[in-house]
């Protein structure tokens, strides 16, 4: 079945170190990724998300590509900021639109 | 604003009592949804409506039961709270098609 795969568990990092959170995706067809990001006490929020192959998605800093070769979209933040601390999640929906999968997600802690 | 509102935003349950999470939308969005987020395990399915009066049962949904009784509420009830049952639910909706999720700010569930 469908699945998403991302760097699980807790990354810390020191302002303006550059982010790498790996997402790897398992789908039939031409799935649509996103990725969603959830600050302390309130839901996840769409990030951004990309359609199709080598399309770009990119908000607030952030960006990833979608590679359907290596069926990849991780995300990237040349700088990061405090801010930037929260979990994020990738995500896909599935060709037909019928249901999403979510990785575990990634908590993210940037030390000033 | 779009918008999707949880209530209560956390409840004390006693184990075997009865609990009901509301969940309302003013997104005029088709589909409802019912997760729940724990530490380790990310989001996870329970139970998702297409249509008013109709729910269907996500990837966790033994001991939980849903209703919507109109397209704007959608319930998620546990008949028998249990300790394991724990948790921050997290409501959402969308218009369906390629859309992306709006969430509400969860509601912690704490049963002992």
């Known amino acids: 079945g469908d699945s998403v795969t991302q760097t699980e568990g807790q990354v810390a990092l020191s302002e303006e170190d550059f982010l790498t959170i790996h997402c790897n995706y398992s789908a039939s067809g031409y799935p649509t990724l996103f990725w969603y990001v959830q600050y302390p006490g309130e839901g996840p929020q769409l990030l951004f998300r990309a359609s199709r192959d080598k399309e770009k998605g990119s908000s607030r800093g952030f960006e990833a590509t979608y590679d359907k070769g290596t069926t990849s979209f991780h995300l990237r933040k040349a700088s990061v900021q405090e801010s930037d601390s929260a979990v994020y999640y990738c995500a896909l929906l599935n060709t037909g639109y019928q249901n999403f999968y979510f990785g575990k997600g990634t908590s993210l802690t940037v030390i000033p | 604003e779009a918008a999707v509102t949880q209530s209560p935003r956390s409840k004390v349950a006693v184990t075997g009592g009865k609990v009901t999470l509301s969940c309302h939308q003013t997104n005029n969005h088709d589909y409802m949804y019912w997760y729940r987020q724990d530490t380790g395990h990310g989001l996870r399915l329970i139970h998702y409506s297409y249509v008013a009066d109709s729910t269907e049962k996500g990837d966790i949904p033994d001991g939980y039961k849903a209703s919507r009784p109109s397209q704007e509420n959608f319930s998620l009830i546990l008949e028998l709270a249990s300790l394991s049952q724990t948790a921050v639910y997290f409501c959402?909706?969308?218009?369906?098609?390629?859309?992306?999720?709006?969430f509400g700010s969860g509601t912690r569930l704490l049963v002992i």
């Open positions: 959402a909706s969308r218009q369906g098609g390629d859309s992306d999720y709006t």
